[in-house]
């Protein structure tokens, strides 16, 4: 069962909260009483326990079944900051424009170009520092390009939601969600915060939490106890969606403080890993600058004792081999490789953040996952609609929410021989209580038992009316 010790009397529990700004009933009972019952969870600090009775987590939020005042929502906002997610470090473009310069490639081109600059070879150094930082531009713009990308895919939380302040039912901008908030959730729409359902029954995709496609029912009639919060049958969190039903909760998490903040800032945690190629790099280049070190060095005395050079000619004379053995165009053609690839990956629809994770799914044999909902739509789509010759329903039933458009399909049985053998003998026309699908080259007429049969698959032999669905991919 979850802890939640009691805070110490209200004499030493510091500066009460702001008024919220009600009177009569729908004011709390006492002005006196603060955040009492508490509870350590995995969000950053502590917060009222949303398993405890609703009457004692309404007390502890300072609201009532009523929702806040318009005032008190903002003086909340403010103590609480926006109900946003938040990435650490701020601008970190400094960072990122950093590594590509530090490249272990763009370091030896660096020493290169040092070098060559010392001989008296400017030429040949300016040329190298100019193909590091067109390469470092260049990657840097890719991978960027790469970011907005996900962030905007990444966007879970939506744009408004509907609450109950002032007694009444508006909709106000999400950001601007508070605890206390009583939030009205109904069937499409996306939950803002964490809440505790207090009256009414919804059923939730979790699968950008959990990774289940299969909606889980919340009430606010049941209680768990001694479970992880994530699978408390009358909770509600941010970034899940309801499928069907309607109900109104108390939020008592939003912004960091929520369960899908709480991964935000896991994920943030996560060191960056070197990728093989990147590793593979790394060990080319100190190779490569200990062939050069060691071709410079052993041509020096050469040049002095069996060409007769100057002690300051044969330092050139080597540093000049070691620049010439430094593959100054080997960078620019990995990066622009990679960036083809990065290129084509998004014509087939997917992002790759950054540029070497390209050669890691390229040498990829085999993925497993089990996250249905999250690497597909996780929703149906008719593709085929069979009815029952003589059939009177001429439209489907509009559904609540947001119904998949579907036209009438026409009953009347079409003429000619009966069955048609499959493949026709030329492209079938629909007629009216036949329906089509697929590319034009490959069309699928049908009336059940079907005018179009494929010998070894018919379709509808027993004369009744179906319908087919598929998951579409993302």
Known sequence: MREAPRGPPAAARGPPLPDSGKSGADAPRSTEVHVGETVKTGRTGTAPDPEERVELL???????????????????????????????GGRRWPKELARQVTHPLALL???????AWVAGIATVAVAIVVVIVVNAAFAFVQEAQAERAVEALAAYLPHRAKV??????????????????????????RVSADARLIDGGVEVDLSSLTGESVPAYRSASLADTGVPLIQARDLVFSGTTCTEGEARAVV???????ELGRIAALSERVGREESPLETQVRKVAWLIALIAVVIGAAFTPVAVFAAGLSLEQAVVFAVALLVGNVPEGLLPVITLALAIGVRGLARRGAVV???????TLGSTDV?????????????????????DPGSSRSAPRPARGTPVPAAPVPTAPPSGPWPRPWPPATTPTPTPGTARSGT????????????WESPSTPRGANGSGAATSTSTPS
């Open 109 to 115: 081109l660096w020493v290169a170009a040092a070098l």
């Open 440 to 451: 034009p080259r490959r069309w699928r007429c049908w009336r059940p038992p079907g005018p």
């Open 252 to 258: 008592f998490a939003t912004g960091m403080r929520t």
């Open 353 to 359: 953040k950054r540029l070497s994770a390209v050669e």
């Open 58 to 88: 309404l007390r502890d939020l300072r609201t009532s079944r009523s929702g806040l005042s318009s005032r008190e929502a903002e003086r909340r906002l403010l103590h609480h900051g926006p109900n946003e997610l938040q990435r650490r």
């Open 164 to 189: 109950v302040r002032d007694g009444r039912e508006e909709e106000v901008e999400a950001t601007r969600l508070v605890p206390g908030d009583l939030l009205v959730i109904e069937e499409g729409d």
């Open 367 to 387: 993925i497993c996952t089990d996250k249905t909902g999250t690497l597909t739509e996780n929703r149906m789509r008719v593709t085929a609609v069979w009815t």
